[in-house]
């Protein structure tokens, strides 16, 4: 699928202002200037076949396929220009983004790697520092969306972009063939479309919207306020019949916006805060109306493109343009902000931790600003480009453009409906040795609630740590269990909508033989229970280790319990308590034939008080005990 949309804002930034190196590359400097990548990948290609590559046609040639989404092509041909000493930062981003987005996610890592170290003082590159091994977390995570594709709608040109207002359902699309088609990537010029909801859900009918707005350039991304009267959307810097373009030959983007009357868009205006020198485009508007914000690659900005805002006067008019406030904007691409009733902001990046290509992020209201960060998670996002979320609060439903696999055309919208709340609590849990304090990498992590059910299992990476999906405002328990060590657990306190981390220390374990029994801390059940509990499970580790260590050893498990119910009730519990014992040693390896379990009921007590017993004594007497009968 070819990409469209995100350099609708930022053809400014992809082209290079490097002089031709020679008349050879002349005509392919000439399309990739004019952003005509398609062309441009095509005339370096007949560069090669004359045998006349080189590092600087390989770069241009990676970079023409990146910036058209071939990351196929785009990762063969940067492979042949990262390793050069001197090359550029942003290529060797580049390449880590294209095998990212091509499911190469370790070799991806190691570039990113080598993009920190060149550039450290770079966001993307801290973030990435922070948490290595993001990916096959943000991959494990459940989704909280479902998205449907909009087959009915969508056509075989990319359509993206779509939002509700009332019954009529607002979109872009480039399947106007009557338009000519536009350098970048051989598709028409986009058009603003207005199509209308039939029956409960359908969205059908599009036509081209009524009125001024649309012209023989590119429009698109378009927001309607509440009161149906205004729209805000942005098109090519053509206003009047004039095409300009800045100094370098480049027509940019620009905000518009115009009036409804009697249902139809005129009195097309060109917002005071555009310029010919850089690009202002995808408008969105806080719930109350009384401020707009929008993308833009102005001078002073933190990357490619940065989300800003700006307030909206009594009178219509506008107040002076500020970058977000929080932790939105990268050095990467931060474009298509959309905020919901609530005073959320979704935008898609390319610049914090996604799972390729642009990802979209949402970040709550927090004062004047907003606060954290979040990846949307799977479903919302691909490993393609996923783009353009709205979201109506009320109805937990909206729509998200992506050029993902098994779409219809370039880009596709796609409908998306909340299926848990997006309060994201996380458990870190990090496991290292209790001695020398370094971390477990292969440790097995398994969550419980506090019913002591287990709800998950992972693995510790390379420093120690696991994160766990969890709900918000619910404490848990997690063990932690490696070869050598002894198991342990620790509670895992409620989080809410933030990052809970604890640490468990495992300590090797060192297993104590006295006469033929083997020393543990006391195995105890709950009255009338027979399962394994975490705690128990730390001790019955113990005994699996010494049984690998001496592989000829065979133990017997006597189980006891107290003197509370019948004799032949407590022989039967005890039983099964046994073999409840012996099943979770053979479950950890140990052959069945080296390891047997006796019921003792309560003939052998350690406290010898009958019903007289406290309730401490009688959970002494609920135990396991482990004799060596061979070795």
Not at 82 to 104: F, H, I, M, P, W
Not at 387 to 408: H, L, M, W
Request: hydrophobic residues 30%; charged residues 25%; negative net charge.
């Amino acid at each position: 699928m070819k990409k469209i949309f995100t350099f609708l804002l930022l053809v400014a930034i992809s082209s290079s202002t490097m002089m031709a190196q020679n008349k050879d590359t002349k005509k392919a400097d000439g399309y990739y200037d004019r952003l005509a990548y398609t062309d441009a990948a095509d005339e370096y290609q007949k560069l090669l076949k004359k045998n006349k590559g080189d590092r600087y046609v390989y770069e241009r040639l990676a970079n023409s396929y990146f910036f058209i989404n071939d990351t196929k092509k785009a990762e063969t041909y940067y492979k042949r220009v990262v390793k050069a000493r001197d090359v550029k930062s942003e290529t060797v981003y580049n390449y880590a983004q294209s095998l990212k987005t091509n499911g190469k996610y370790a070799d991806s890592n190691e570039w990113m790697k080598k993009f920190a170290a060149m550039k450290p003082n770079d966001n993307r590159a801290m973030e990435f520092l922070k948490n290595p091994d993001y990916l096959p977390q943000l991959l494990e995570k459940k989704a909280k969306f479902s998205a449907t594709n909009m087959t009915e709608l969508n056509s075989k040109f990319s359509d993206f972009g779509g939002f509700m207002i009332g019954k009529d359902f607002y979109f872009a699309s480039a399947r106007n063939t009557t338009r000519k088609t536009y350098d970048w990537n051989d598709e028409p010029f986009l058009d603003l479309y207005k199509a209308g909801q039939v029956g409960e859900s359908a969205i059908k009918n599009a036509k081209l919207l009524d009125g001024e707005v649309n012209t023989k350039y590119h429009e698109a991304n378009a927001i309607v306020t509440q009161d149906g009267k205004r729209m805000y959307f942005d098109r090519n810097d053509y206003n009047d019949g004039d095409y300009e373009k800045d100094e370098e030959g480049i027509n940019q983007i620009n905000l518009y916006y115009a009036e409804n009357v009697n249902g139809e868009w005129k009195d097309v205006q060109l917002a005071p805060f555009n310029s010919s020198e850089f690009s202002t485009g995808h408008p969105a508007l806080s719930p109350d109306g009384k401020t707009l914000y929008f993308s833009s690659d102005r001078p002073g900005g933190m990357g490619m493109s940065d989300i800003y805002q700006v307030s909206i006067l009594a009178d219509g008019t506008f107040g002076n343009p500020t970058p977000v406030t929080g932790n939105l904007n990268t050095e990467g691409t931060d474009a298509f902000p959309y905020v919901d009733s609530n005073g959320t902001i979704y935008f898609a990046s390319n610049g914090h931790l996604g799972l390729g290509g642009l990802d979209v992020f949402y970040a709550e209201a927090n004062g004047n600003g907003f606060g954290k960060v979040k990846n949307m998670g799977n479903v919302v996002n691909s490993m393609d480009d996923d783009f353009a979320f709205i979201f109506d609060g009320t109805t937990q439903e909206g729509f998200v453009s992506s050029n993902r696999k098994g779409g219809k055309g370039s880009d596709d919208i796609y409908r998306v409906k909340q299926l848990e709340p997006l309060c994201e609590a996380t458990a870190t849990v990090v496991v290292i040795d209790a001695n020398t304090k370094e971390p477990i990498s292969g440790a097995r992590v398994d969550l419980y609630d506090m019913m002591e059910n287990k709800l998950g299992t992972l693995t510790t990476v390379s420093n120690g740590t696991t994160t766990f999906d969890t709900t918000c405002d619910v404490a848990y328990v997690s063990q932690a269990v490696m070869k050598d060590y002894e198991s342990a657990s620790m509670d895992v306190p409620a989080g809410n909508d933030e990052n809970v981390r604890v640490t468990i220390e495992l300590k090797p374990i060192e297993v104590i033989i006295v006469e033929d029994k083997i020393v543990l801390n006391p195995i105890y059940f709950d009255y009338d229970k027979h399962n394994i509990k975490p705690q128990a499970a730390f001790e019955l580790d113990k005994v699996v280790a010494i049984m690998k260590k001496y592989p000829t050893m065979i133990v017997r498990a006597d189980s006891h319990t107290d003197s509370r119910a019948s004799d032949q009730y407590n022989a039967g519990l005890s039983n099964r308590r046994a073999q409840s014992t012996v099943q979770y040693i053979i479950s950890k390896g140990i052959d069945g034939s080296r390891i047997s379990g006796v019921g003792r009921g309560e003939t052998s007590p350690i406290y010898n008080c009958g019903d007289g017993c406290t309730d401490e004594q009688h959970a002494k007497n609920r135990r396991s005990e482990f004799t060596i009968t061979a070795r």
